[in-house]
């Protein structure tokens, strides 16, 4: 077999992944892999958890898709169960990351009005690649080619509160921010920046998209990482790890909020299916009863990461990890494969970590015994 018919845009790592069970994840040679990167985020509980494929079996012979013409109660509950998770009133469900952050943009640009439509995002920011979500990521080199002009967008540096002062205005229609930037090489906000950006916004009179399609979802152990700081956005995106790897993203509105995009405003195929939405509610269900546990082996891990050699600095927040290099990151990457070790390079520099969070004790030391022989 060979990539011949595929489109050249991704350089994949040297391996071809077949099934996994738990924290382990299996190649077409029957190597074994310790997954400390979770198809990016998105396999929360590891791979084949017995109560995921027990709820998805069940499902899947009941009924896999309705389509939006119709009501479904699994779309019902969990737009019930993420709106008090998140303290917000109304759910879209999409099929990405990408796809939440863009029903947020739509429902800035329909509030927006000829001198108050400008949108403020930090540098490295990564919010999809859609032409939407991409017009808003901080990351010139993903939006070359793709978005010239017309994007009404100030950058400003991540945690520099002057900056984000300056750029916060009457003109500003939204801010938009990831709580702990994840393709940004693992930056956690810090909690008074946060709540700087909610007093801002406010102020302003402009929406605060909180972007927690990498940090939420127990990930930093809390169901959201603005929770961290205490703070209530107005819309919030999530994905990810929702159905544990069947596509789905959700945007979180307040009612204000939600009123931008009114009947026939958005919509979609496939977003909220009974399938996906039903594994979504064990997953939150298994999110919750896991948060104690995240927390206690992130700070494990952590120590660990932090004692290793040839390491300038750990970033982190709960299962975030951003090993920070003074070279390319990327040849150790392929180095810890060759010891059954999957991580990922982000920034050229940074080790990215995101672990399971059923990551045990003695998978950390695995790990941090792989990364301390390949540095
Ligand atoms: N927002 C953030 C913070 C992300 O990390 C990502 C993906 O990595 C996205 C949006 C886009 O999500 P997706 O790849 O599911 O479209």
Redesign the pocket.
């Known amino acids: 077999m060979s990539d011949q018919f595929l489109l050249r845009n991704y350089t994949r790592y040297p391996v071809t992944l077949e099934a996994g069970e738990g924290v382990h994840v299996y190649d077409a040679d029957g190597n074994r892999y310790l997954d400390m990167i979770t198809g990016?985020g998105v396999n929360a509980f590891g791979y084949a958890h017995p109560r995921l494929t027990a709820v998805l079996q069940e499902q899947a012979a009941r009924c896999i898709h309705t389509s939006n013409l119709v009501s479904s109660r699994p779309q019902q509950q969990l737009a019930e169960r993420l709106c008090r998770l998140a303290g917000l009133d109304r759910a879209f469900f999409c099929n990405?990351?990408?796809?939440a952050?863009e029903a947020a943009l739509k429902a800035v640009r329909a509030r927006a009005r000829p001198a108050k439509d400008r949108i403020v995002s930090l540098h490295r920011s990564?919010?999809?690649?859609s032409m939407g979500?991409l017009s808003v990521t901080g990351q010139p080199c993903l939006r070359q080619n793709f978005i010239h002009h017309g994007a009404n967008v100030t950058y400003v540096e991540p945690n520099d509160a002057g900056a984000l002062r300056e750029a916060i205005a009457e003109d500003t229609a939204a801010l938009i921010l990831?709580p702990v930037l994840?393709?940004g090489g693992i930056v956690p906000l810090d909690v008074g920046y946060l709540q700087m950006a909610r007093d801002l916004t406010h102020g302003a009179g402009a929406l605060l998209i909180a972007?927690e399609?990498?940090c939420g979802l127990g990930r930093t152990g809390r169901p959201f990482a603005y929770q961290w700081a205490d703070i209530q956005p107005d819309i919030v995106?999530v994905?990810?790890p929702l159905a544990a790897g069947l596509p789905l993203?959700a945007t979180l509105f307040t009612e204000d909020a939600a009123q931008w995009l009114p009947p026939h405003s958005h919509g979609t195929t496939f977003g909220g299916g009974p399938l996906a939405c039903t594994v979504a509610l064990e997953f939150l269900d298994m999110m919750e009863e896991q948060l104690p546990h995240i927390a206690e082996i992130a700070a494990y891990f952590l120590e660990f990461l932090q004692a290793l050699p040839r390491v300038r600095e750990v970033r982190s927040k709960g299962l975030m990890y951003g090993l920070q290099l003074d070279r390319p990151a990327y040849p150790l990457v392929e180095a810890a494969l060759q010891r059954g070790l999957l991580v990922n390079a982000t920034q050229d520099t940074v080790l990215r970590l995101l672990p399971p969070y059923i990551t045990m004790k003695a998978d950390a030391n695995e790990a941090v015994r792989i990364l301390a022989e390949i540095l």
């Open positions: 990016i990405s990351g990408t796809e952050v990564f919010h999809g690649r979500a990831e994840g393709e972007d399609v990498q995106c994905a990810k993203g």
